[in-house]
Nanobody, 126 residues
Framework: QVQLAEPGGGSVQAGGSLRLSCSVSGFTYSTFCMGWLRQAPGKEREGIATLDSDGITTYADSVKGRFSISKDNAKNTLYLQMSSLKPEDTAMYYC????????????????????WGQGTLVTVSS
């Protein structure tokens, strides 16, 4: 059974940092593309960062230079290091996996992905 679990959300003031983690079980995630998506209040879910099996990363313009995606294969854990947080970063954050990075990065509502986490809430106050 494929499972993704994301502890690590929380509240932080603008300008602060937070690291999200995603524990993976049930599949060899090192062969998949892994990613982070988020859904802000009143907005559609969007892909913000991906990391493929070769270590290549992509980022949405809105987070580029502030967020960093990484993984620890030995721990089967995906991370999202978030810095210089802004109130507009407030959202539910989800980790996800798919054989195709493009589906994560350019996610559209209703698109089926291979695996999802349950989401974790990040709140950034001004």
């Amino acid at each position: 059974q494929v499972q993704l679990a994301e502890p690590g959300g929380g509240s932080v003031q603008a300008g602060g940092s937070l690291r999200l983690s995603c524990s993976v079980s049930g599949f060899t995630y090192s062969t998949f593309c892994m990613g982070w998506l988020r859904q802000a209040p009143g907005k559609e879910r969007e892909g913000i960062a991906t990391l493929d099996s070769d270590g290549i990363t992509t980022y949405a313009d809105s987070v580029k230079g502030r967020f960093s995606i990484s993984k620890d294969n030995a721990k089967n854990t995906l991370y999202l290091q978030m810095s210089s947080l802004k109130p507009e970063d407030t959202a539910m954050y989800y980790c996800a996996a798919d054989a195709r990075c493009a589906k994560l990065r350019w996610y559209t509502p209703g698109l089926a992905l291979d695996a999802w986490g349950q989401g974790t809430l990040v709140t950034v106050s001004s």
